[in-house]
């Protein structure tokens, strides 16, 4: 505080009030109730993040496992087939190496008897031995005249010769068979090393071994739905990517891949056109036609009008894909459903098959509808995937279904089996198995294009121009470009 007086300013001292012993340990004690909710948090990140650490190398230590599962089986595989190409064509090189210029097949006996009959050479003319490669000089052996030496010389001679021959031809016999041998070898190596042929036996080797990693119970996680993903594909590879606009691949599969917990809705046409009209007679109206028609695998009918109205937004779309197994549309509105579906309800689900309602045996039609699969074909990348069989079919009725398709694809796919690098079998989840490989060269394959189907009347149109004062041509293009030029005089 500040006091005037006449002689000047005076300053008075003010006592500050000290705290109390009480109200310090109570400081004190909210200051170590902070610090100990620090470190408590710190502690329990700290074991967060170690857990985290133990469960990523855990998920590594199973992937690893299962790589190397895989990698024996192939193994194993190649290993089978080798042994038995080998076996076979030992057999054949031994049959061909024991051919005469007759033709004729023979023992290891009567060759020993058509080498000791066959023509000999006398002791004159006994060839030289070879001179070694180290000595720069060096002195021919020439065999002694008969007359010269003495009668046990002679016979011991001419016994010397005659084994000598017999030897030397065995050896010359012994290498031609070695390079034979290690010719075929070489053959069989070249063939595994590059094509990977398609036959009914390794596509059953290969089903087995999707079955048993799609069964394979996955260690660490419960699943609540553990046939969730019961689907098997087929992943094709191609060498050139082709030139061409979107289109769906439609297959004709010999057996069924709906099961017994599969759900089919089918796409309808509205009785009368209207978003405010009531589209409940609709389905009313066509679930009294497959009744009558003895249709039982039909869920769900879902008419046009309900589409516009209820699945109009993103969401819904992503849930109806999700909702059921497969879709069937009639095919006179196939074309405005998928318009009206988009790409989000084609990204989750499967793009629904068009089928002919107006039949009279409705059952087999809706059958043959099921049995078909579809694959988008485009021209911006090298990978393409089809669904081809499901987990709960049989082992035979898969195989069966994967050589259908196979051969489908010979066919129809763009560049054919020329233009196809690799099938590969796989589940959503699981690794990729080689069904088919070729190792062809690139710059030796073509690029397939492909041009769009165009209606009659997609054409350009041209006319002059009346508007202005000069004469102007005017080209008019289905997609709406308008081009003008003048007229030459």
């Not at 609540?224 to 606009?245: A, F, S, T, W």
């Not at 998928?338 to 309800?345: D, E, R």
């Not at 490989?437 to 690139?442: F, G």
Request: with cysteine; net charge positive; aromatic share 2%.
């Amino acid at each position: 505080m500040k006091k005037l007086s006449n002689k000047g300013i005076i300053k008075l001292k003010t006592k500050v009030e000290k705290p109390s012993s009480e109200t310090k340990d109570a400081v004190t004690m909210n200051k170590n109730a902070v610090a100990m909710k620090k470190k408590d948090k710190l502690i329990k990140t700290n074991q967060k993040n170690v857990d985290r650490q133990r469960d990523k190398k855990n998920v590594k230590k199973r992937k690893n496992l299962e790589n190397q599962q895989i990698e024996n089986i192939s193994r194993n595989m190649k290993n089978e087939t080798v042994k038995e190409e080998k076996k076979t064509k030992k057999e054949i090189v031994k049959t061909v190496l024991t051919k005469n210029n007759t033709g004729k097949v023979l023992n290891q006996q009567e060759k020993l008897d058509a080498a000791s009959k066959a023509p000999r050479a006398p002791v004159n003319e006994v060839k030289p031995e070879k001179p070694n490669q180290s000595s720069k000089i060096v002195k021919r052996r020439v065999a002694p005249d008969e007359s010269s030496l003495p009668a046990k010389k002679k016979s011991k001679t001419s016994l010397e010769a005659t084994k000598s021959k017999e030897t030397r031809q065995k050896q010359k016999s012994h290498r031609e068979e070695d390079k034979t041998m290690k010719k075929s070898e070489s053959l069989v190596i070249t063939e595994q090393a590059g094509n990977l042929e398609m036959t009914e036996a390794h596509v059953e080797k290969c089903v087995q071994t999707v079955l048993h990693l799609a069964k394979k119970p996955k260690e660490g996680k419960k699943s609540l739905l553990p046939e969730e993903d019961n689907v098997i594909l087929l992943q094709i590879n191609c060498i050139k990517i082709p030139k061409m606009p979107k289109r769906q691949l439609r297959v004709f599969l010999p057996h069924m891949m709906v099961g017994p917990t599969d759900e089919v809705a089918l796409f309808v046409p509205d009785l009368e056109r209207g978003r405010r009209k009531d589209y409940e007679k609709t389905v009313d109206h066509w679930e009294t036609i497959l009744r009558d028609k003895n249709v039982s695998r039909i869920k769900e009918i879902i008419p046009m009008n309900k589409v516009k109205t209820e699945y109009s937004q993103y969401e819904m779309k992503r849930k109806l894909g999700r909702l059921f197994d497969f879709f069937l549309v009639d095919g006179r509105i196939a074309g405005h459903i998928t318009h009206l579906l988009g790409k989000t309800f084609r990204r989750s689900a499967r793009p629904p098959t068009p089928v002919k309602l107006q039949r009279d045996n409705l059952i087999s039609e809706i059958d043959n509808a099921l049995r078909k699969t579809s694959m988008e074909i485009h021209g911006s990348g090298n990978c393409h995937t089809m669904q081809v069989a499901s987990v709960t079919m049989s082992e035979q009725q898969i195989v069966e279904n994967i050589i259908a398709a196979c051969k489908a694809l010979e066919k129809e796919y763009p560049g054919g089996l020329e233009n196809i690098r690799s099938i590969l079998l796989k589940t959503p989840r699981s690794l990729a198995i080689p069904v088919y490989y070729s190792i062809k060269n690139k710059n030796k394959i073509p690029v397939t294009k492909i041009t769009a189907k165009r209606p009659k009347a997609f054409k350009t149109v041209e006319g002059e121009l009346s508007t202005t004062l000069s004469d102007v041509l005017v080209k008019v293009q289905p997609g709406g470009r308008v081009t003008l030029k003048k007229m030459n005089k």
